[in-house]
Structure formats: C-alpha cells, structure tokens
C-alpha cells in the first residue's frame, strides 16, 4: 500500500501519528512496542515531531524498545552514527528507559559488531527469527534500504539476521531481510524528487530483490506501508 503526500512536512507529520497510534495499540495488548528505526536523514523530521512538547505523550514510552535496521560503523559523536541522529532528533526528549534503547554498536570490525548484535537480538526475542511490531525503512537512490546493497551478499543471507557489510564507507552492519520479512508492520519514508526513478523501479518493476534489495522486503500481505511525498511518487504510472 502507498500514501502519496503534498511535500515531506505532511509525510512526517502522518508517520509520526502512525508511530504513536501503532505504539498505542501495540502496548495495550502486548505490553511493549519493539520498534527498529531507519537511519538516513528522511526520518529525522518524523522523529522530531514525535519528540515535539505536544506529540511525546502520545507514545507510551516507558514500554518501548527501540533497536536499528543498521549503522554506520563510526563513533557515535560522528554525524554519520544513525544512533545519534535518532538521539538528537527523538530520544533525548522522550522518557525512554535507556536499558531499552539497543543502538549498533559497531566502532571498528563490522563483522564483530554484527555478530554482538545478533547474539542482543537472540537474548531479547523469543521468537525466531525476532519480530519486530514496527521496523521504518528509507529507500536509497540505487535501491538500497537499512544496508542491503545491490547485488551484496548480504541481500541473500537467510541464516542470520544481522550482516556485516565491510565493503561500504564506512563500514555498515545491517539487519537481513529474514529479519524485514518478519516484521508485524514495515514503513518506508521516501521523499524527494531524486527518488522518483529508483521508487517508480522498486513499485513498478518486477521484483529483483539483488539489483533492488528494497523489493526483498515483502512480509505478507497488508504489512509494508510506503508513505512518499509527491516529488518521490512523481515517476510512478498511475494504474
Ligand atoms: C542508512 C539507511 C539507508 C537510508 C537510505 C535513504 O543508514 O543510510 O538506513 O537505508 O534509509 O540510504 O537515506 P536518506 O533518507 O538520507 O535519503
């Protein structure tokens, strides 16, 4: 399913209200919302309207865990960290208990980063492989989404759930579709008129999750939402 927005104010506006509802509702009949966010700068403007004075109380704080669909290799004071944009943005604004904040670590080997956060994900699911409530998702220009990148072996991994990805700069570690496709709920936030070619490919084209890994993420029916600007969707053939 796919919302088409005026512009990305109004985008932002609906995902945060989407994330809150969804919180909402999930806390009520399970009591907790596991949530993985996306990274990227798409985001950002949604995680700061969920952190606006008169938006935090719409979310049950307290009984969210929030995880990463990646990272960036780098400390966390490098502007490139997805943890910290998510910290500047959202999360030193809202009370979240920071024992359920689980960034990626991943300072120097990918490949160790990857594994440490697998052993986290494996401790704190029971399910496996882990589901997720809610896991956000952008869409790079070349048809990337969290780090999959085309035709990367990470793309096809089934046996685990996060992959380390050594050959992007920097470094990336990334959960792995096994993970997406598990996911209660999947948004992808796409704005902006760079991404309308590769978003007309991804929605339009037939399915080849190696050259466009975004068209890996199909965890069933009526659970991936794509909610895009009119300048993303301005591609996209009407039917
Ligand atoms: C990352 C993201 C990545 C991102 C896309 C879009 O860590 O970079 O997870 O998949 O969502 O590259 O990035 P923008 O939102 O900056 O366009």
């Not at 759930?161 to 993970?179: G, M, Q």
């Not at 070619?197 to 029916?221: K, N, T, Y």
């Amino acid at each position: 399913m796919i919302r088409v927005f005026p512009d990305a104010e109004a985008l932002s506006r609906a995902a945060a209200a989407l994330f809150a509802r969804a919180a909402r509702r999930t806390v009520r009949n399970s009591g907790r919302f596991i949530v993985a966010l996306s990274g990227g700068q798409t985001p950002r403007r949604t995680y700061e309207r969920l952190a606006c004075p008169e938006c935090r109380d719409a979310v049950p704080w307290e009984a969210v865990h929030i995880f990463w669909g990646d990272e960036r290799c780098v400390p966390f004071e490098d502007p490139r960290s997805n943890a910290r944009m998510a910290h500047e943005a959202l999360l030193r604004y809202v009370p979240i208990p920071a024992h359920q904040i689980h960034p990626i670590r991943c300072e120097g080997d990918p490949e160790t980063a990857a594994a440490r956060y697998e052993a986290l994900l494996r401790s704190f699911f029971v399910e496996a492989p882990p589901r997720f409530d809610l896991i956000l998702l952008g869409l790079g220009e070349d048809g990337h989404t969290a780090s999959l990148f085309p035709f990367h072996p990470a793309v096809t991994e089934q046996r685990r759930w996060v992959a380390a990805v050594p050959e992007a700069d920097p470094p990336r570690v990334t959960l792995t579709l096994p993970i997406l496709n598990q996911a209660r709920r999947v948004v992808f936030l796409v704005t902006g008129a760079r991404k309308a070619g590769i978003l007309r490919e991804v929605l339009q084209e037939p399915p080849d999750p190696l050259r466009r890994p975004a068209q890996g993420v199909r965890p069933g029916p009526g659970r991936v939402l794509w909610l895009v600007d009119a300048a993303a969707a301005s591609e996209l053939l009407s039917p």
